[in-house]
């Protein structure tokens, strides 16, 4: 990794702004296409639907791929907690597809050490949404991303996708 990288990611400082609009990425442990079973799609969602209940936040879009989600939020005025929803959401998921699943994936010394599963990337990535025209750019990257990875043709036959009308 060059040092430009490292030094940029370990000085790496969240953003945080109560009530913000974020942009995020969350991906699989080697990217490993977990989603392309429609039953942890419907795991995740009811993950995702536990934990809006005790943290509520608002659900702007989100688009499920095999290896990879990608969802806009809204937090409520006077609360910037992303990271503890997230962690919830990841955790839940995991445990209740372990269950599910009863598979069992090697896991590396490191994980190990720190107590982590093989379904997440240890980190996600985070963009707070600064204009509405920045919200429209990441809509549009939500709803193009299964074009762009090649999974259909048209938008209408990707069925992981969710835009909120109001």
């Not at 955790?91 to 209740?96: E, I, L, P, V």
Request: charged share 20%; hydrophobic share 35%.
């Amino acid at each position: 990794m060059g040092q430009w990288l490292y030094s940029f990611i370990m000085q790496y400082k969240r953003v945080y702004i109560p009530g913000g609009i974020f942009f995020f990425t969350v991906i699989t442990y080697m990217r490993c296409p977990i989603f392309s079973d429609e039953n942890a799609v419907i795991q995740f969602k009811d993950s995702l639907i536990q934990i809006k209940r005790k943290y509520p936040f608002t659900l702007d879009a989100i688009v499920i791929l095999p290896d990879h989600i990608h969802t806009i939020w809204t937090l409520p005025e006077n609360d910037a907690n992303y990271p503890t929803r997230w962690r919830l959401i990841k955790s839940h998921f995991s445990h209740a597809w372990t269950n599910l699943t009863k598979i069992s994936l090697e896991k590396p010394a490191s994980r190990v050490k720190k107590n982590e599963n093989t379904i997440w990337q240890r980190r996600y990535w985070e963009h707070a949404i600064t204009s509405l025209e920045d919200y429209k750019l990441h809509l549009d990257y939500i709803l193009y991303n299964p074009i762009k990875h090649g999974y259909v043709n048209d938008l209408d036959d990707w069925h992981y996708s969710y835009i909120r009308n109001e």
